[in-house]
């Protein structure tokens, strides 16, 4: 018996004698579809607009010495570090259970955060009243933090910057008994400008020293909440995922009968 060529007509038979099948598959698949749509938890959402107060500059001089002792410059800086505080709080103090989105800083300084969680409204209006103060908690604790490096590398700095200072004075003491032995000696203003320009930068480490020593993070920004939207009910495209599983369904049922009717027609021959 010669093979004949598989026409339309055979495929319509073969989905017609195995109708029941395919749907009871395609009303199991729909059927998960729906019971996954119905079962998922609401999700809310809640914006927050927050502005931070940057004070860095009041103390400008004296992070300016530390930094530079620290071997810092640009983006490194704690003035930068400042100024991109949004994306430093989402990184360090998420709220448990929801996720942060933040809208671009406006030129007003102003920044939206966007909190969204599934659950009730009360878990997501829970997590929007701690937020801000989780927000100033964590700055608090990364500039406290960045400020104790920087004593540390500045108190490094001047004690190598008094050690010069100790090499040149001891040059100019020496150079001091040569004149009174021998008369003037041409290098004793040189090192006389040296041992002045040098403690003039003693002076400014020791000052800079001394006012990190009492500077406490908060004094260096403040964070102002602005505004708080109302919690909206995040809606799902619930008939287009059921959509979704019907054709997946139907898709697969298909697929099963052609497959059943394949193992039938082996079985008979």
């Not at 708080?228 to 019907?246: F, H, N, W």
């Not at 997946?248 to 027609?265: A, K, P």
């Amino acid at each position: 018996m010669e093979d004949r060529e598989i026409e339309l007509i055979d495929y319509l038979r073969v989905i017609w004698r195995q109708k029941w099948i395919i749907l009871l598959a395609t009303l199991a698949v729909t059927g998960l579809t729906v019971g996954y749509v119905l079962s998922r938890t609401p999700m809310y959402r809640v914006k927050i607009t927050m502005k931070l107060d940057n004070r860095a500059y009041e103390v400008a001089p004296a992070l300016l010495i530390a930094e530079t002792a620290a071997g810092r410059c640009k983006d490194e800086t704690l003035t930068a570090q400042l100024a991109n505080w949004p994306s430093l709080c989402m990184r360090e103090s998420a709220p448990e259970g929801a996720a942060v989105g933040m809208d671009p800083i406006d030129e007003g300084g102003r920044v939206a955060f966007t909190l969204s969680r599934r659950g009730s409204p009360s878990m997501l209006n829970e997590a929007a009243s701690a937020w801000p103060s989780t927000i100033r908690e964590c700055l608090v604790s990364y500039v406290q933090h960045d400020l104790e490096l920087l004593r540390a590398a500045l108190v490094e700095d001047l004690a190598q910057q008094e050690a010069v200072l100790t090499e040149i004075s001891a040059v100019l003491n020496e150079s001091n008994s040569l004149t009174s032995q021998y008369g003037p000696v041409s290098s004793d203003s040189a090192f006389a400008e040296q041992v002045a320009f040098q403690m003039s930068l003693v002076a400014q480490a020791r000052a800079a020293l001394a006012r990190l020593a009492a500077l406490q993070a908060e004094e260096l920004f403040a964070i102002e909440e602005l505004a708080q939207s109302g919690i909206t009910k995040v809606g799902t495209a619930r008939l287009s995922v059921i959509g979704i599983g019907v054709i997946l369904g139907l898709l697969i049922s298909v697929m099963l009968s052609f497959f059943i009717d394949y193992l039938t027609r082996a079985l008979r021959r």
